[in-house]
């Protein structure tokens, strides 16, 4: 059983460029929540999908903005880079209810 | 959501018991406690949650009293691998909760 994957692995872009970073949730998991975790610091909530929708955000601008899929796959776009958006992005999935989230390894970004 | 307040580091050697606890003074009647782990450059995991009492699993224990304005993650006969962040975190998860992080306690475990 697959856990949580995420793609690419690593990923250098410059101030100004646009990424999308992707997540493949454990299997029979249908929510998808990204997180943010800069160098030394706990994980920031940045938002999170069920069917297909938003249903929560953190305190992040609208560069940040994402998608989830029919399959439940989600994507997590980030527009006009800035230096301080270099950070380790987390994908977690969960199941509505069960009050447990499970992480992928995360997607390292940094931004020269 | 409940804040939570747990030390800043610790340190330890091989084959002792390390615990960690987590004050939650403001916790909610409908929140769980749940601990997380996390290496350097990997995802948090899941270790334990609990509401009250007692729990325990194949790799932890959670001591949350009466009062449930604290817990304590117990790791036994900790090993090198141990060396991690703790997370200790605090809130109602269903129906899709976001889960908020505080900056966990550092953990040590020396030879």
């Known amino acids: 059983d697959a856990g949580v994957t995420q793609s690419p692995t690593h990923l250098i872009k410059t101030r100004g460029q646009q990424v999308t970073l992707r997540c493949s949730p454990k299997?029979?998991?249908?929510?998808v929540s990204w997180y943010q975790q800069a160098l030394g610091q706990g994980p920031q909530f940045i938002f999170q999908y069920y069917e297909e929708e938003e249903r929560q955000r953190g305190n992040f601008p609208d560069r940040f903005s994402g998608h989830q899929f029919p399959n439940y796959s989600s994507e997590l776009n980030v527009n006009a880079l800035l230096l301080g958006d270099s950070a380790l992005y987390l994908c977690?999935?969960?199941?509505?209810?069960?009050?447990?989230?499970?992480f992928g390894p995360g997607t390292r970004l940094t931004v020269l | 959501l409940a804040k939570t307040t747990q030390p800043i580091s610790m340190d330890s050697y091989e084959g002792q018991e390390v615990n960690i606890t987590c004050s939650h003074n403001n916790i909610a009647t409908n929140d769980y406690i749940t601990w997380y782990q996390q290496f350097p450059s990997q995802g948090p995991r899941f270790i334990i949650q609990?509401?009250?009492t007692k729990v325990t699993n194949e790799v932890a224990s959670l001591f949350i009293p009466a009062d449930r304005k604290s817990s304590t993650l117990s790791l036994p006969r900790v090993s090198l691998s141990d060396t991690a962040v703790y997370y200790c975190?605090?809130?109602?998860?269903?129906?899709?909760?976001?889960?908020?992080f505080g900056g966990g306690t550092r953990v040590l475990v020396k030879p």
């Open positions: 609990g509401y009250k």
């Open positions: 975190l605090v809130g109602d998860e269903a129906a899709g909760n976001k889960l908020t």
């Open positions: 977690a999935s969960s199941l509505q209810g069960p009050p447990s989230q499970y």
């Open positions: 299997s029979g998991h249908d929510t």
